[in-house]
RNA sequence: CGGGGCGUAGCGCAGCCUGGUUAGCGCACUUGAUUUGGGAUCAAGGGGUCGUGAGUUCUAAUCCCACCGCCCCGACCA
């Protein structure tokens, strides 16, 4: 009988294991705003983290900053059809200017009703396409390669924290190119972009993958995704990059002239990774106890807690722990300076342990003055609770990078494993069926299949609550039988239950 | 929008059925003492429009009515 920092545990039921581990790493909380979050300083730590790594990558493939209103005229977005479609019932519309005394019930009432109705952005394709249409002249022009860090507001029906909530920050890249296979592969740098973020910054081993048509973005040719699976096996899209060919620049009227003097329509993309990844990332890694962060995501790397009994000790211990932290700082571990906090709170160590481990930093290091006479410390990492072990100082310094690099690729490694192992390989419609309704002997995971990329599956999957996830790019070479309508020529596709 | 549940201290709850002292408990918080190497102990404190409004009554957290809000299940989820 252990007991375990967070209740309940994920076996005993995961959904509420995940709001206690938020809870309890303070990372965010619901706000009086219907379906709105507060982020905390420890989760928006975390996101700052994302923001500043994705951030170089991006400029680092050309692509520069700007920003855009949040405010959309209504008549921006119904210009594209199945982009009106797909948008319409979740935005939030802003009709008036200003507030008045409401003389009949009191407090205030809106007034100044405006002439045409704003949207607040669900996503910014149509009103950055409305900029690109002015900034595009020449193919001199392109390619244009944009990002916007930004918050968007779709009115999800329920919501959860970090995973689906209103009001989300993100980021939404937008592309302009001549041709279509510079527009492709712009899609694809960024889906692998994404995905070797993902994989080495959070640990978390991603599928990347074509959306099957009925899957897409409403308006896109096509959609790429990263896909991730989470602890009880439910599938996570993590992060999404559309081509979309020349739809918005035919509704927003992006056009330029070419080297021979023809006026073509620009060939676009947009792409976006959000604070889901938060969502992702805790359900990835965190345990029984809480938040589990690999090291190059964890706001602090090493959090040093100083042991004292009287204030002569407290002014020894201290200074030790102060320069132990400077030697730390000194060195860098994946192009960063290394994170470490002293705290020297003055509330009992046992709760002052268990606070950090609940937020998941990656390892905590007790100083007291038996360690200070032997020049040793005891360190104790977040994966492997319970293996608190004395380490000398100097090993400490000399290892301290290789230590969050192990941690760093064992928490990958073992999710890897873990996901891999829960890849199933179905070959009918009755085997699907069966392993969705768990009468195979299998918990859960994600089903491969030959499946053929046409809205008619979705008739077989739907009733079974499940989703089809994507047809994975490493395995487009091969085709086969689609289990569902028999056709040929059909590629691999994941299904599964999903978030 | 349908079905169910809940609004009492920052959080979690009891009290309501059967109306009756000053509305209580746990956690958290403050102060003091003793403690301190894996969730300390004791003592003393602070903190309440009992969701809102109207009603029944000598008396309402408790009974009746209306409204508001939240949660769960379903529909929805690019």
Not at 348 to 359: L, T
Not at 426 to 435: A, D, G, M
Request: proline share 4%.
């Amino acid at each position: 009988m252990q007991k375990t920092a967070i209740t309940p545990t994920r076996e005993q039921n995961y959904p509420e294991w995940y709001q206690q581990v938020i809870s309890a790493a303070d990372l965010a909380e619901n706000s009086a705003v219907r379906g709105c979050m507060v982020i905390k300083p420890w989760g928006y730590a975390i996101w700052e983290l994302m923001q500043q790594d994705l951030d170089k990558r991006f400029k680092k493939t050309g692509h520069v900053n700007a920003y855009f209103p949040l405010l959309i005229p209504l008549s921006y977005l119904e210009k594209e059809a199945e982009h009106v479609e797909g948008f319409a019932k979740e935005c939030a519309v802003v009709t008036h200017h200003r507030l008045v005394a409401d003389e009949e019930n009191g407090g205030l009432k809106p007034d100044g009703e405006l002439e045409e109705p704003l949207i607040i952005r669900p996503t910014s394709e149509t009103i950055i396409g409305e900029s690109f249409a002015k900034w595009i002249k020449s193919y001199r022009d392109l390619p244009l390669l944009i990002n916007q860090w930004a918050n968007v507001m779709r009115w999800e029906m329920r919501t959860r924290l970090f995973l689906r909530t209103s009001e989300f920050l993100w980021q939404e890249g937008h592309t302009a190119h001549a041709d279509a296979d510079q527009a492709l592969l712009e899609t694809k740098l960024i889906l692998d972009l994404y995905a070797d973020f993902a994989e080495q910054v959070l640990a978390m081993p991603v599928i990347k993958g074509e959306k099957p048509c009925f899957e897409r973005f409403p308006g896109a040719v096509s959609t790429y995704c990263i896909e991730a699976m989470m602890q009880d096996c439910k599938a996570l899209q993590a992060g999404t990059s559309h081509f979309l060919g020349q739809n918005f620049a035919k509704s927003s009227g992006i056009q330029y002239q070419n080297k021979e003097g023809e006026l073509e329509h620009a060939w676009t993309t947009s792409w976006g990774v959000s604070t889901r990844l938060i969502g992702g990332l805790i359900m990835t890694h965190s345990d029984d106890n809480g938040l589990v962060l690999p090291p190059r995501i964890a706001p602090q790397q090493f959090v040093i807690q100083p042991i004292y009994r009287n204030e002569e000790q407290q002014q020894i211990v201290l200074n030790y722990c102060q320069k132990l932290k400077t030697d730390l700082e000194q060195q860098s571990f994946a192009g960063n300076e290394i994170r470490v906090l002293i705290d020297d709170r003055d509330i009992a160590g046992g709760s002052k342990s268990w606070e950090w481990i609940k937020k998941g930093v990656p390892f905590r290091i007790e100083v007291g003055m038996r360690d200070i006479e032997k020049n040793s410390l005891m360190l104790a990492p977040r994966d492997s609770i319970g293996n608190k072990q004395a380490i000398s100082r100097d090993d400490l310094i000399q290892n301290a990078v290789t230590l969050l690099m192990t941690m760093q690729d064992n928490l990958f490694n073992k999710a890897r494993q873990f996901r891999d192992s829960k890849i199933y390989s179905i070959n009918s419609l009755s085997e699907f069926t069966q392993f969705f309704a768990g009468e195979l002997n299998i918990d859960s995971g994600f089903a491969s299949a030959y499946a053929c990329d046409e809205v008619q599956i979705e008739q077989f999957i739907k009733p079974l609550k499940v989703t089809a996830r994507c047809m994975p790019l490493a395995e487009n070479q091969e085709t086969g039988v689609c289990i569902f309508t028999g056709n040929t020529n059909a590629k691999k596709m994941i299904f599964a239950k999903s978030y």
